[in-house]
C-alpha cells in the first residue's frame, strides 16, 4: 500500500520510528520466507534423494582443511589422534570377520535346505567313443546348485479325541490346549498372519487375497480377531519382558507418529508409538502406544526406573532428569549432527568444519566396535581421544555463537549443542553408553515402513495391540531368533506354560521345543 508524504509526521524521531518498525517487519517477513523455503527444500530432497548425513571421503578431507587452516598453531594437529586411531589402542583382540562382511563373488547355497539330487546321464549310444571304439567311463561329475522356490501350503489337522466306556465309567482323551479355544487357526497359521503384518508390513487385505489365491477364504475381519486374542495370550510376556527392559542400566527411547481412527472424527487423528531399548545386558526392544505425544505417556511408563535415558532434546524428558526422579539423561550425537547438516548449504565454511570433529568422534566409535572392545576398553579409549575431540569442538561451538545469526540454521546448529552440552558428553562417563541413539531410531524404522503399507490403526486398542506385538517381533530380530518360529513355538506352549517359567519364551531365552508333532 503506497504511503501518502503529506501522512508522515514532520518530527525526525517520528520518522527514524516508522523506517525502525518498517525495517523490522520486512526482516520478520524475509526470515519467514526464508523458513518456508528450507522447509520446503528438505520436503523435496526428502523426495528426490536417499536420505543420508553421511559425508563422501572428498568432502571430510576438505572440512578437515578448514578445520586445521582455522586451528591456531599451538593446538595439536588432528595428526596426533589419527596416529591413536591406527594404533591397537592397547586394547582388543584382532578384529573378527562378522556374518554381515559379505566376500566377493557367488557365496554357496543354504546349506540346511533339502538337496534334491538329479542326475543328467548321457544316451546309452553316447557312451561309446567313435574314434576307438571302446566304452566311456565315468571319471567324474560336475556338480551345480539352483534355489526352486515351493508355494506355501495349508493343511487341516484333525484332532481325534477317543472315548472309552464301561458298565459306570466314560473316558475320553483330551487334545493339547490351543492358542485359540474353538478357532480355525492353529499356532503355525497364527504366527504367519502376525509376522507378515508387523514383520513384512502386509496388511490383512492384502493377506486375505493371499490366502485366496491357495483357494482358502479368511477374511481380514477374523484375522483381525485372531491377533487381538493373540495380543490377550501374550500379554503377560509383554508385561515380563517390560519389567526386563526396566533393569537395564540404560534406555533408549524416540517416538514416532501414527494415524489412528476416530469415531468422533472425521478425519484421521495422531497417536505415538514409543520405542524403549534396553542395553546389551537385557536385549529386548518394547513397544508403547499412546493417543498423543504427552508427558503422561513415557512417565507412566518409566515409573520406577532409576538409570540412563538416551533420548533426543523433546521437551517432556526434562522432568525426568531432576534429582529426586533418578534418572540421568544421556544425549544423541545423530540428532546433535543431523541440525549441522541442514545448516551445511547455507554455511559450508562454519558447518563443515564441525561436522569433521562429529566425524572424528564417530570414527572413534568404529574403532572400538572393529576392535571389539570391552566396556571398559571402550571407556579408556573415548577418555584418550573422543575427549581431547569435543573439547576443541566445545571451543569451537562457543567461538561460532557470535559469528552465526541465532535464528539461521547454523545458529539453530550451535545452540542445540550448547543447550545439550553436558548430556552430548554423557557417554564420556561410561563404557555401556552409546554415542548415539540410532538403535531406537531403527527400532522406529519398521513402523514407519510398516505406516506406508497399513496406513493407520483402527483404534487405541488396535495401537496397543500393534504395540505389543511388534515388541516380539523386534525382540527376536535383536536377538537373532527367527520370529514365526517363535511365535509358532510360544503360541502353541503358553497355555499350558507354567506362570513362573514364563521368562523362558522371552526372545533371549527362548530355546525351541523339540517335537514330532504333525503340527509341527
Known amino acids: ?263 468422533k472424527l472425521p478425519f484421521a487423528r495422531i497417536g505415538r508409538i514409543w520405542p524403549y531399548v534396553g542395553d546389551v545386558h537385557h536385549p529386548v526392544i518394547v513397544y508403547d502406544y499412546t493417543p498423543t505425544r504427552s508427558r503422561a505417556g513415557p512417565a507412566k511408563f518409566l515409573e520406577g526406573y532409576k538409570g540412563y535415558l538416551q533420548a533426543d532434546a523433546y521437551s517432556v524428558y526434562d522432568a525426568f532428569f531432576k534429582p529426586q526422579r533418578g534418572m540421568t539423561e544421556v544425549g544423541c550425537w545423530m540428532h546433535a549432527r543431523r541440525y549441522v547438516y541442514k545448516a551445511l548449504e547455507s554455511d559450508e565454511q562454519h558447518m563443515g568444519p564441525a561436522l569433521h570433529l562429529i566425524a572424528r568422534l564417530y570414527a572413534v566409535e568404529d574403532r572400538a566396535k572393529e576392535l571389539w572392545l570391552s566396556a571398559e576398553q571402550r571407556l579408556a579409549l573415548r577418555q584418550r581421544i573422543s575427549a581431547r575431540v569435543l573439547g576443541r569442538l566445545h571451543q569451537y561451538l562457543r567461538e561460532l555463537q557470535s559469528e552465526v545469526l541465532p535464528k539461521s540454521p547454523s545458529g539453530a546448529a550451535v545452540r542445540y549443542a550448547l543447550n545439550q552440552w553436558d548430556a552430548l558428553t554423557r557417554f564420556l562417563e561410561d563404557g555401556e553408553l552409546e554415542i548415539d541413539n540410532g538403535a531406537t531410531e531403527r527400532a522406529n524404522r519398521d513402523i514407519a515402513l510398516g505406516r506406508g503399507n497399513w496406513t493407520f490403526f483402527g483404534s487405541d486398542g488396535g495401537g496397543k495391540r500393534a504395540a505389543l506385538l511388534r515388541s516380539f517381533i523386534a525382540s527376536c530380530k535383536r536377538c537373532g531368533v527367527e520370529p514365526f518360529a517363535w511365535f509358532r513355538d510360544v503360541l502353541s506352549r503358553i497355555p499350558a506354560h507354567c506362570v513362573n517359567r514364563l521368562n523362558e519364551l522371552l526372545p533371549h531365552n527362548w530355546k525351541p521345543l523339540v517335537t514330532s508333532s504333525p503340527r509341527a
Not at 578448514?66 to 596416529?83: N, V
Request: hydrophobic share 35%; aromatic share 4%.
Open 1 to 263: 500500500m503506497p504511503i501518502d508524504p503529506n501522512s508522515l509526521p514532520r518530527d525526525a524521531n517520528a520518522l527514524r520510528k516508522i523506517v525502525l518498525d518498517l525495517a523490522e517487519q520486512l526482516d520478520r517477513a524475509c526470515a519467514e520466507q526464508q523458513k518456508y523455503q528450507n522447509l520446503l527444500r528438505e520436503l523435496l530432497e526428502a523426495q528426490r534423494n536417499r536420505k543420508s548425513e553421511r559425508l563422501s571421503k572428498e568432502q571430510l578431507a576438505l572440512f578437515e582443511a578448514a578445520w586445521q587452516a582455522r586451528s591456531t598453531e599451538d593446538e595439536p594437529s588432528a595428526d596426533e589422534d589419527d596416529d591413536d586411531l591406527d594404533g591397537d589402542a592397547g586394547a582388543g583382540p584382532a578384529p573378527k570377520e562378522t556374518p554381515s562382511q559379505k566376500r566377493g563373488g557367488r557365496q554357496p547355497l543354504a546349506q540346511h535346505l533339502k538337496r534334491e539330487r538329479i542326475v543328467h546321464d548321457l544316451a546309452e549310444a553316447e557312451k561309446h567313443c567313435t574314434g576307438c571304439g571302446k566304452d566311456l567311463r565315468l571319471i567324474a561329475e560336475e556338480t551345480s546348485e539352483c534355489y526352486e522356490y515351493i508355494p506355501a501350503s495349508m493343511k487341516v489337522i484333525q484332532d481325534v479325541c477317543l472315548k472309552y466306556a464301561c458298565d459306570c465309567t466314560v473316558r475320553t482323551a483330551t487334545k493339547p490346549p490351543q492358542p485359540i479355544e474353538k478357532s480355525t487357526a492353529g499356532a503355525s497359521l497364527l504366527a504367519q498372519v502376525i509376522v507378515a503384518k508387523w514383520a513384512d508390513h502386509q496388511p490383512l487385505h492384502r493377506q486375505e487375497k493371499m490366502f485366496e489365491r491357495h483357494g482358502i477364504d479368511i477374511s481380514r475381519k477374523t484375522m483381525g480377531g485372531w491377533m487381538a486374542q493373540c495380543a490377550e495370550l501374550l500379554d503377560p510376556l509383554y508385561q515380563l519382558m517390560k519389567k526386563e527392559l526396566l533393569n537395564s542400566k540404560v534406555i533408549g527411547t524416540d517416538d514416532t507418529s501414527v494415524k489412528v481412527l476416530d469415531r
